[in-house]
């Protein structure tokens, strides 16, 4: 049985320094994901070792904010970068691949942002 | 490469039987467990509607009022989550799977063909296994 | 320098099990750069938690992906028993890991299949693909269907499975390693599968760790990790070790994962021999709370399930990071330099599984 999630805090400010002093310790990025509720909205970073131990941040965003991209740190992080930004609509400058908004072809531009909340009113099922 | 390294494999497809079936002249044999289509006894149902209200894809349709059960074959997954809250026991699993149909139907009420010209025992009369062809 | 002319790779071709579009920019037959386009196949999968609850998630979450079907719905379980704080019973844990190891052997033969029809050597693809049938008819026999199998709930199992169909599954397996080990010898010991995979995509240990490679594509270049080595869920009774090899080229990779089917048949042994007997499920009442990470090991590599719940019978956020994702970023590396007759070989090493990574 897994425990649940425990996570550090981190702000935009320190966000790039920090990943650095992950990096000089040996830890890689493994995911990076954005959570909109109705009452917040957040990011978590999640870095992993090479003996399976893990740390996660926690960053609080608003809608529409711009954020330091740490793909100067970790290449790879451009892709989730893009897919944050494409899906939830946050702006991240300084992307090492920026593909501006055509990494998934969706029908409406940032689709996750529209939250139905299904307690609120009669949300039909199909 | 010499004839040693794949040349059991060769024997044994030479002379062994073929792993296909030669559908649909020869029908498949399904296991006891194959999770086919599901099964309706209107007998010991008592239009609870639970079963609507739990199937992920909404398939089957309650009309308390007139007792009428619906289900449409085409959304129905085979999960079989609606058996498991059924508490009567009016639903089961067989393994016959609704065979592909060729024409546009409402979606309600579709007729199906048979696999190689049988009938499916026990589904005279269900919603979605009629007897007449289209 | 040569003429510079861009090859539009894909998302129809041959080769490739699913949809994925690469630009690729070619100087003389040689490939200098390699932008990826992916997006194809998205459903968006997780914003459905606002309208099925937490229970029917379970089904949605298996549809993800037809060839790793069985290891989302066991993680979507997975991650709920943690938001609860549930534990499942020991039976339950041991047929888990039996389904998730048949999962494994299934989804690398299916590659192999694959690998075997991108060179051109067709008849290995079909061998490799009848010995498939065979553990997709125990997945019938067990659990109802061959490819989604609808038997992992949240607190336990759907389904049991008889003594008398166990000792059928260990029977079958052991009948299939000799003709395995034939497979295994055309792969590894026939010239031309060596003239086209060796050497190919090298990559060393470090720089297969910092650029985010997942699962095969770590262990083929010397490092050690395998998910599995957490110790969770029923894993912490078996013993084992990750199957490493040291070349860090697509030979080394196709080791690894041959290795691993036997590794795997050796694990399904052991956990039937192990198999307790008692229940198969733990009752879960009310709402879940809170948030839970779970990591795990898929066919393909480590993959992350995320969920977030507030008390009410909906997930707030559902997330799944697949392996194929992270192993996007090392394929974009490796293709720099090959010759554009080699790309199907390079892009068919890392298991791409795109309907996982779109959701």
């Known amino acids: 049985m897994f425990e649940r999630l425990e996570t550090k805090s981190v702000d935009k400010a320190g966000l790039v320094e920090k990943a650095k002093e992950l990096r000089q310790d040996s830890y890689r990025l493994i995911q990076l994901h954005c959570v909109k509720t109705v009452t917040e909205m957040f990011l978590i970073y999640s870095f992993e070792k090479m003996d399976y131990e893990v740390v996660h941040y926690r960053m609080d965003v608003t809608e529409g904010e711009t954020l330091p991209s740490i793909s100067s740190v970790y290449t790879h992080a451009c892709l989730y970068e893009n897919e944050t930004n494409e899906l939830f609509g946050l702006n991240i400058s300084g992307m090492a691949i920026d593909f501006k908004g055509t990494f998934y072809e969706t029908a409406k531009n940032h689709a996750f942002t529209d939250i139905v909340n299904p307690q609120d009113k009669k949300v039909s099922k199909s | ?134 | ?359």
Not at chain 3, 78 to 102: C, H, N, S, Y
């Open chain 3, 1 to 359: 320098m040569g003429k510079r002319t861009v090859v539009p790779f894909g998302p129809q071709h041959p080769v490739l099990p699913e949809p994925i579009h690469l630009d690729l920019v070619l100087e003389d037959e040689k490939v200098v750069e390699a932008i990826p386009s992916i997006g194809f196949v998205h459903r968006g999968l997780e914003k459905l938690v606002e309208k099925r609850d937490y229970q029917e998630m379970a089904y949605v979450s298996e549809r993800i992906c037809g060839i790793c079907s069985f290891v989302h719905g066991h993680g979507y379980c997975e991650t709920l028993e943690g938001l609860f704080q549930v534990e499942v019973p020991d039976r339950a844990k041991f047929l888990r890991i039996m389904w998730g190891e048949l999962s494994r052997m299934h989804s690398h033969l299916l590659w192999l299949g694959l690998m075997a029809d991108a060179f051109g050597f067709e008849s290995l693809f079909m061998q490799a693909w009848r010995l498939r049938e065979k553990i997709l008819d125990i997945f019938e026999q067990t659990t109802g269907g061959r490819i989604i199998h609808s038997v992992c709930k949240v607190g336990g199992l759907w389904r049991d499975v008889p003594e008398d169909m166990l000792k059928k599954i260990v029977e079958t397996l052991e009948g299939m390693e000799g003709e395995l080990q034939e497979l295994a010898n055309v792969f590894l010991k026939d010239y031309t599968v060596q003239k086209r995979t060796q050497g190919l995509g090298k990559m060393s240990a470090e720089e297969a760790f910092e650029c985010g490679a997942m699962g095969p594509m770590l262990r083929g270049s010397g490092v050690a990790m395998d998910m599995r080595g957490l110790g969770q869920s029923g894993y912490e009774h078996l013993k084992f070790d990750p199957v490493v090899e040291q070349g860090g080229d697509c030979y080394a990779r196709t080791n690894v994962r041959i290795r691993e089917v036997f590794q795997s048949i050796d694990l399904i042994k052991q956990a039937i021999g192990l198999m307790p007997e008692g229940s198969i499920e733990n009752k879960v009442k009310g709402s879940p709370e809170g948030e839970c990470l779970v990591r795990m090991e898929q066919p393909r590599g480590q993959v992350i399930y995320y969920a977030k719940a507030n008390g009410t019978r909906h997930l707030e956020r559902f997330r799944v990071r697949t392996p194929t994702f992270a192993n996007i970023m090392p394929l974009l590396n490796m293709l720099p330099g090959c010759d554009l007759a080699d790309v199907p070989i390079l892009v068919l090493t890392i298991d791409p599984c795109i309907s996982c990574t779109e959701r």
């Open chain 2, 1 to 134: 490469m010499g004839l040693g390294v794949m040349g059991k494999t060769v024997m044994r497809n030479l002379f062994g039987k073929p792993a296909t079936v030669m559908y649909p002249v020869v029908k498949k044999e399904f296991y006891p467990t194959t999770r086919g289509s599901i099964l309706y006894d209107e007998s010991t149902c008592n239009y609870c509607t639970l079963c609507a209200k739990r199937c992920p894809s909404q398939a089957i349709t309650v009309d308390r009022a007139e007792k009428v059960w619906r289900i449409d074959r085409k959304r129905c997954l085979t999960c079989n989550f609606c058996i498991s809250v059924c508490n009567k026991d009016s639903l089961s699993c067989v393994q016959e799977y609704a065979a592909p149909v060729v024409k546009e139907f409402d979606s309600w009420l579709f007729q199906a063909e048979r696999i190689a010209g049988e009938k499916i025992e026990g589904l005279e009369g269900q919603e979605g296994f009629s007897d007449k062809d289209a």
